[in-house]
Antibody
Framework: EVQLVQSGAEVKKPGESLKISCKGS????????IGWVRQMPGKGLEWMGI????????RYSPSFQGQVTISADKSISAAYLQWSSLKASDTAMYYC????????????WGQGTLVTVSS | QSVLTQPPSVSGAPGQRVTISCTGS?????????VHWYQQLPGTAPKLLIY???NRPSGVPDRFSGSKSGTSASLAITGLQAEDEADYYC???????????FGGGTKLTVL
């Protein structure tokens, strides 16, 4: 079974750094793209960016370029979403999802990681 | 403001048919890029409902169907059931933005 499992919920203070993970199983992790999606409380889905673990080719949404870093470690079938200095406005649920290519459908999705940033 | 436009809400009685529209532009839906639909039940991750404009993944009931024409796509749900109450999102790719784009989401209420 193809599965993406994300790391657990995080509670952080403004200014702190954070790295959340998304681990794939049941398929060749290096042959598919992993995308990241933000969902703020009570709001819709926003595409943040995408990475190809095979060669770390990474593309960002203009809205998130410079705000986050997407990376991957193909040796352990993991993709990451990282912040160097969190803001309260980063409070959201973050999902990862698998793509065949950047233009294709996202499936399956991880279960989501809730990030809460509060002083 | 989402690149793809969906109605914020739709509703219908059990057994009825509802449609959800997704309107884009010449840089996304009108091109060769496909439209996909996701269902998000309360408190859960989105789940793929329709891919490639009109294809259902295994396990999705045939009450759900999708179509695409010009700059718009539609999701139709027939024989509405209480468990269909959820948020629905369309998704495509935009060549101007060089990235994935989502609709703003539509909340379906089963009366």
């Amino acid at each position: 079974e193809v599965q993406l499992v994300q790391s657990g919920a995080e509670v952080k203070k403004p200014g702190e750094s954070l790295k959340i993970s998304c681990k794939g199983s049941g398929y060749n992790f290096t042959n598919y793209w992993i995308g990241w999606v933000r969902q703020m409380p009570g709001k819709g889905l926003e595409w943040m960016g995408i990475i190809y673990p095979g060669d770390s080719d990474t593309r960002y949404s203009p809205s998130f370029q410079g705000q986050v870093t997407i990376s991957a470690d193909k040796s352990i079938s993991a993709a990451y979403l990282q912040w160097s200095s969190l803001k309260a406005s980063d409070t959201a649920m973050y999902y990862c999802a698998r793509h065949v290519s950047p233009i294709t459908v996202a499936a399956p999705w991880g279960q989501g990681t809730l990030v809460t940033v509060s002083s | 403001q989402s690149v793809l436009t969906q109605p914020p809400s739709v509703s219908g009685a059990p057994g009825q048919r509802v449609t959800i529209s997704c309107t884009g532009s010449s840089s996304n839906i009108e091109t060769t890029y496909n439209v996909h639909w996701y269902q998000q039940l309360p408190g859960t991750a989105p789940k793929l409902l329709i891919y490639g404009n009109s294809n259902r993944p295994s396990g999705v009931p045939d009450r759900f169907s999708g179509s695409k024409s010009g700059t718009s796509a539609s999701l139709a749900i027939t024989g509405l059931q209480a468990e269909d109450e959820a948020d629905y999102y369309c998704q495509s790719y935009d060549s101007s933005l060089s990235g994935v784009v989502f609709g703003g989401g539509t909340k379906l209420t089963v009366l």
